[in-house]
């Protein structure tokens, strides 16, 4: 059992400790084993002894013993019992934001709501406003979530979507010659409502009848067609759709199921639409379609019929950002805040994946939660990275660690450190983590503020969005990017699959007004690097380019504008 299912056990009994009242001690036990064990970063729990287990900060003997059950059976009997004793919909009330164990008890035992659906009718009515501790702006808080996750429902992130994706892949290549991943999956939508595949087959029964073997997908025999499988996987709750086409005509529908119906809709020198011409041609090629219209080819990521003809009137394909466009990795977390690896360890996986720098950005003093940076923890970080930086030297290497910091965006929209601080670094990216309830009027002038910061370097996630999970503080984007463009702040495109902030329909705004990109994997661990796939991929479905890309950068090119940018 890996580390995380061990901790997410504990952080869900907790919860429900506390949704229950009981003991204060036992809460207590539970939530400070969970905080000390998420911390554990190089051993895995499982493998340790009763002692070992003991030795962690936070782990009492009563919870080491809970934590051996977890590893021996799977589960934890405490957290059986709760469950039993709780509502399928008062759990589901864990994901609404704005209310906790306690006010869930609350609503639960003193209103009777034991659903959303009722919650929301109590939002509705008032009737959350009126009770104690609660008011308008909780009540709104929580109807704004549940207004959110309302419309979430049946989607998956990017990366879930692509691992589903290729789990159908896999059991289809077994029962047909040709098949691919199409839709929404193939243009990187970051959420994705439909994981569809395309196969070859001669015979529509004959394909019914193979899918019908891959056990994990259920049909559903209503929306299905002879030629269309409809359902889902038995995993998650997404819908599945498997085309069938003959083997000729494959390439004229693949061009069609990867492209939004605004983009098909385009039409070419001769009047016909893009969708006309890959339904009526015969078609080996997907660029062949486009030259028939006499159309610029197009990527599939950017085939939204979102201004992607624009683009391309003034910009090449080929410039495109690629994985392999990218010099350096910046924005990780390491040891020294909430990252599972050390300083060392994060740097030789960077230069083992053939970067040619490491750029440092650890939680500023402010994050507590995440064990943010004193200013004297700042001080023995850089001195470490000078260390090492000695050490590439000295092996002939010219990879570099860059001296950076994550540095919270406070209330006031000040940096969370004073100017001689900051101006030890070689970059600072400025990010908001607290205080996330904000009108635009607040949330762009705290911004605006943090942008204007002299030692403001990149403004990290703008918007905090989590994708299905939270909606991010409403901005004005275009001021933001105005500003960014005025002060020479570089905008992250966070490429965590949880965030992919910013939104790639703003990329185009950007690169109009010469703001540049980074694309960063906020990585908590080595192979949080790869998270930059899915950051090139919705850069490039945005049609960002490796000129307008921060860190396609060289070292010696990027250690040159830093400098360039340091206040005098």
């Not at 918007?463 to 570089?490: E, F, M, S, W």
């Amino acid at each position: 059992m890996t580390n995380g299912a061990i901790v997410d056990i504990l952080e869900q009994t907790t919860r429900l400790l506390e949704l229950h009242e009981a003991d204060a001690f036992k809460i207590k036990s539970y939530g400070a084993a969970a905080y000390g064990l998420d911390r554990v970063k190089d051993a895995q729990i499982a493998d340790l002894t009763f002692g070992q287990l003991t030795q962690i900060t936070g782990v009492g003997k009563g919870v080491a013993g809970k934590v051996q059950e977890i590893v021996q059976t799977g589960q934890l009997r405490d957290l059986t019992e709760l469950l039993a004793l709780t509502p399928e919909g008062v759990l589901q009330m864990f994901s609404v934001k704005g209310i906790g164990p306690k006010k869930i008890r609350k609503l639960w035992l003193e209103l009777g709501i034991d659903n959303l659906k009722d919650l929301k009718s109590a939002c509705e009515t008032g009737q959350i406003a009126a009770l104690k501790g609660f008011g308008e702006k909780i009540q709104q808080q929580v109807l704004d979530s549940l207004i959110f996750l309302e419309q979430q429902v049946g989607r998956l992130r990017m990366d879930k979507a692509e691992a589903l994706a290729q789990d159908i892949l896999e059991q289809l290549e077994k029962h047909f010659e040709v098949v691919e991943i199409t839709g929404q999956v193939r243009r990187k939508t970051e959420t994705v409502d439909t994981v569809q595949l395309l196969v070859a087959c001669e015979q529509p029964n004959e394909a019914q009848r193979r899918i019908a073997k891959i056990p994990f997908l259920i049909k559903n025999e209503k929306q299905s067609t002879p030629f269309v499988w409809r359902g889902k996987a038995d995993s998650v709750d997404v819908a599945v759709e498997i085309v069938g086409v003959e083997t000729q005509k494959f390439e004229g529908k693949m061009f069609v199921l990867n492209a939004a119906e605004a983009h098909l809709a385009q039409r070419g020198s001769d009047g016909r639409t893009l969708y006309s011409i890959a339904q009526n041609e015969t078609i080996t090629d997907p660029a062949e379609v486009y030259a028939l219209a006499g159309l610029p080819y197009i990527a599939p990521e950017m085939r939204e019929g979102a201004g992607e003809f624009e683009w391309a009137a003034t910009h090449q394909n080929e410039d495109l950002i690629t994985w392999d466009d990218l010099r350096g990795i910046l924005h990780n977390h390491s040891t020294y805040s909430d990252g599972k690896h050390t300083l060392l360890q994060m740097a030789r996986r960077c230069q083992e994946l053939g970067f040619g720098y490491f750029g440092i950005a650890d939680h500023s003093q402010s994050a507590t939660y995440a064990q943010g940076l004193s200013e004297e923890r700042v001080r023995q970080q850089q001195g470490e990275i000078d260390d090492l930086n000695q050490q590439f030297a000295t092996e002939g290497s010219d990879f570099r660690i860059l001296k950076g910091i994550e540095a919270d965006i406070l209330g006031d929209g000040m940096l969370d450190y004073p100017d001689d601080v900051l101006a030890s670094f070689d970059y600072v990216v400025a990010s908001v983590h607290s205080n996330l309830t904000m009108t635009q009027e607040k949330a762009t002038t705290r911004l605006l503020r943090a942008i204007e910061n002299p030692y403001t370097t990149i403004l990290g996630h703008p918007t905090g969005r989590l994708l299905l999970a939270r909606d991010g503080y409403p901005i004005d984007h275009k001021a933001i990017i105005n500003a960014c463009a005025a002060q020479g702040v570089v905008i992250e495109l966070n490429a965590s699959p949880y965030r992919l902030d910013l939104d790639w329909r703003w990329i185009r705004y950007c690169i109009e007004k010469n703001v540049k990109l980074s694309i960063n994997p906020d990585a908590h661990e080595m192979d949080g690097f790869y998270d930059m796939h899915y950051g090139v991929a919705v850069a490039r479905k945005g049609g960002l380019t490796r000129q307008m890309t921060f860190n396609a950068l060289t070292i010696n090119e990027m250690q040159q504008y830093l400098k360039s940018r340091r206040p005098v």
